[in-house]
């Protein structure tokens, strides 16, 4: 519930102050038509994390 009201929050602070985290800066990624972020690298993040874990868990049980 906590997490609903603060992004509405900040929906309400963007339409009123526009873009108010940081201007578009040429060469930066432009939002896409649904407002998210054109590219987002978290899910490359957490993939690369859980692979390292599996990774290091299946060397580790090696006999």
Avoid: C
């Avoid at 519930?1 to 990624?29: D, Y």
């Amino acid at each position: 519930l906590e997490v609903e009201a603060v992004l509405k929050k900040l929906i309400l602070r963007k339409k009123i102050f526009g873009h108010s985290w940081g201007q578009h800066r040429p060469g930066t990624p432009q939002a896409g038509t649904n407002g998210l972020p054109k590219y987002s690298y978290w899910l490359d993040i957490w993939l690369f994390v859980l692979l390292d874990m599996v990774l290091f868990l299946f060397v580790y049980l090696l006999p």
